[in-house]
């Protein structure tokens, strides 16, 4: 994954605390950087994606900053769960 790129996982063993759902997205913010957080929009739970600047919903229109997951702009009033990643030589590891 570039910088600036993202993708899309469902581990089984992870539930959001708003929507109940085990959608995960983690983005590559910068050269060795990355950040995950759950991509289920706490307005509705429609999945988010990385517009390159921010989370975005394709349902309502929220964005969420992707570090720390707060609602931007938009309907959400909750933020999106952050969680830990650890990257090295073998890849990218995301603690739910
Ligand atoms: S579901 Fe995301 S803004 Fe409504």
Known sequence: M?????AQIQPSSYSDPVCG????IVVHTSAGTYAALSSSCTHA?????FNGTALH???HGATFDVTTGKCTNGRASQSLQVLQTCADANGVYVTP
């Open 2 to 6: 570039n910088s600036g790129g993202s």
């Open 21 to 24: 759902q085990n959608n995960i």
């Open 45 to 49: 739970c429609c999945v988010v994606s």
């Open 57 to 59: 919903c394709p349902c």
